[in-house]
């Protein structure tokens, strides 16, 4: 059985940062891509940002120069780092993963977590 779950959502004014980690555990053999979507209200879920087990990265247009992702394999963790936040931000921030189980290889995904950005 495996699990994501997330951590560092919350409430940030205009400008601000935020971190968000996403862990996996369970009965893990390897994980492959991991990657942060987000859906905002009345929206479509869209894709945040992806990294490969490889460390290649991939953004979205409205947050590349702003977000940062990365990993730490030994961890099976994934980060967000979230600068110069603004309001169309705001979300609820979903962390995702293709893991490799003894079952075979799904796609997981986690609670998720909200973001606010607001004054």
């Known amino acids: 059985q495996v699990q994501l779950v997330e951590s560092g959502g919350g409430l940030v004014q205009p400008g601000g940062s935020l971190r968000l980690s996403c862990a996996a555990s369970?009965?893990?053999?390897?994980?492959?891509?991991m990657g942060w979507y987000r859906k905002a209200p009345g929206k479509q879920r869209e894709s945040v940002a992806v990294?490969?087990?490889?460390?290649?990265?991939n953004y979205a247009d409205s947050v590349k120069g702003r977000f940062t992702i990365s990993r730490d394999n030994a961890k099976n963790t994934v980060y967000l780092q979230m600068n110069s936040l603004k309001p169309e931000d705001t979300a609820v921030y979903y962390c995702?993963?293709?893991?490799?189980?003894?079952?075979?290889?799904?796609?997981?995904w986690g609670q998720g977590t909200q973001v606010t950005v607001s004054s």
């Open positions: 369970g009965s893990i053999f390897s994980i492959n891509a």
């Open positions: 995702n993963a293709a893991i490799a189980t003894m079952l075979g290889a799904y796609d997981y």
């Open positions: 990294i490969t087990s490889g460390g290649s990265t």
